[in-house]
T-cell receptor
Framework: QKEVEQNSGPLSVPEGAIASLNCTYS??????FFWYRQYSGKSPELIMF????GDKEDGRFTAQLNKASQYVSLLIRDSQPSDSATYLC?????????FGTGTSLTVIP | EAQVTQNPRYLITVTGKKLTVTCSQN?????MSWYRQDPGLGLRQIYY???????DKGDVPEGYKVSRKEKRNFPLILESPSPNQTSLYFC??????????FGPGTRLTVL
C-alpha cells in the first residue's frame, strides 16, 4: 500500500509568519508531487506542483522536494488569515494519485 | 469556463437503492477519477480512467462501478448502496497524471 503521510495538525501561526507543511511518501518511484488547498466544505484546489528535486517558488508559496529522503514540503510566507485551510499533499504512483490526510492550518490575525 | 461538474450535489438515499452520480468535464482531459473523502482517511481513489473505454480500480473500488463511454463523462454507479458508502465524493480530471481539477463534490448519505 503506497502511503502519503502528513501531520494532521492543527498548525497555528500568527499573521505574517512562515507556515511550514511537511509530507513524506513511501513509493520511491513517485514522479509528480502536488499541494492542494481545501477550504471546509469545498473541493481541493491546486497550489503548487513539483517534479524535480529542489525548490520551486510561486508568489508566497515555495515547494521543496527531496526524493532521496522521500520528503516534500510547502512553505507559505507572509501567512494571511485567508490561508487558513487544510493542505493536502498528493503524489503519483503509476497511474494513480495518493493523497495524505491533510494538515489543518490556522493563521491567527 | 473550464470546469468539472457533478450531479447531484447532495443525495440522501436508502440501503440497496441503485444510484448514479454524474461527472462531466469540458477541458478535453483524458484522465478522470473518482475519490471519496472521509474524516481521518483523506481522499481515496475509487476508480480512474486513462481514456475512453479504459477504467481501472483505485484503492477502494468495492461497491462501485464506473463507465467511460465518452471522453467528457465519467459516471459513478452504486448498484446497492450501503451505509458505509456515506461520504463526500469528488470527481476530478487532468491531462494524464498531471494537475487534477476537482468537481464541487457530492455529499451522499445512505440510510
Amino acid at each position: 500500500q503506497k502511503e502519503v503521510e502528513q501531520n494532521s495538525g492543527p498548525l497555528s501561526v500568527p499573521e505574517g509568519a512562515i507556515a511550514s507543511l511537511n509530507c513524506t511518501y513511501s513509493d520511491r518511484g513517485s514522479q509528480s508531487f502536488f499541494w492542494y488547498r481545501q477550504y471546509s466544505g469545498k473541493s481541493p484546489e491546486l497550489i503548487m506542483f513539483i517534479y524535480s528535486n529542489g525548490d520551486k517558488e510561486d508568489g508566497r508559496f515555495t515547494a521543496q522536494l527531496n526524493k532521496a529522503s522521500q520528503y516534500v514540503s510547502l512553505l507559505i510566507r507572509d501567512s494571511q488569515p485567508s490561508d487558513s485551510a487544510t493542505y493536502l499533499c498528493a503524489v503519483t504512483g503509476g497511474n494513480q494519485f495518493y493523497f495524505g490526510t491533510g494538515t489543518s492550518l490556522t493563521v491567527i490575525p | 469556463e473550464a470546469q468539472v461538474t457533478q450531479n447531484p450535489r447532495y443525495l440522501i438515499t436508502v440501503t440497496g437503492k441503485k444510484l448514479t452520480v454524474t461527472c462531466s468535464q469540458n477541458m478535453n482531459h483524458e484522465y478522470m477519477s473518482w475519490y471519496r473523502q472521509d474524516p481521518g482517511l483523506g481522499l481515496r481513489q475509487i476508480y480512474y480512467s486513462m481514456n475512453v473505454e479504459v477504467t481501472d480500480k483505485g484503492d477502494v473500488p468495492e461497491g462501485y462501478k464506473v463507465s467511460r463511454k465518452e471522453k467528457r463523462n465519467f459516471p459513478l454507479i452504486l448498484e446497492s448502496p450501503s451505509p458505509n458508502q456515506t461520504s463526500l465524493y469528488f470527481c476530478a480530471s487532468s491531462f494524464n497524471t498531471d494537475t487534477q481539477y476537482f468537481g464541487p463534490g457530492t455529499r451522499l448519505t445512505v440510510l
